[in-house]
């Protein structure tokens, strides 16, 4: 995806530490993105660092670089810039609305404020998983 994030996904079960998660979280989050994949039938890809401004714009420049981007739901979370974005495909966005997104990002934000970096974006992945059901 970008240099030197501080996660990144960018196929099934890659994952890639620089900085603020245990190897125990790491592991969940893996699970979390794996379970999600399978029961939707949908790509979640999580990157966790600087989000060069605009942000959103860079946040779809990393989407459309994952494979089948059309099925893809990408989270980018900066904590430095408390700056979140979410990004879905066309196909994506017809099983996760704007409202959807916009809930699990508030849900997200509360646990980043909380300094709970990983369970908020364990709790983002289950939602936005939840919303998009099963295929």
Do not use: C, W
């Not at 890809?45 to 946040?59: H, M």
């Not at 966005?93 to 509360?110: C, E, Q």
Request: hydrophobic share 40%; charged share 25%.
């Amino acid at each position: 995806m970008a240099a030197a994030p501080e996660l990144t996904r960018s196929e099934p079960g890659a994952l890639a530490a620089d900085g603020p998660f245990t190897t125990r979280q790491l592991l969940r989050l893996d699970e979390a993105l794996r379970v999600a994949d399978s029961s939707t039938g949908l790509t979640f890809s999580v990157f966790v660092g600087e989000l060069p401004t605009p942000t959103r714009a860079y946040a779809e420049k990393l989407h459309k670089q994952i494979d089948d981007s059309a099925h893809a739901v990408l989270i980018a979370v900066s904590p430095n810039q408390r700056r979140l974005e979410i990004v879905t495909g066309n196909e994506a966005r017809k099983r996760i609305s704007d409202r959807d997104a916009k809930l699990a990002g508030l849900s997200m934000a509360a646990a980043f404020a909380g300094g709970d970096l990983a369970g908020g974006v364990l709790s983002g992945i289950d939602q936005l998983a939840s919303h998009a059901g099963r295929h």
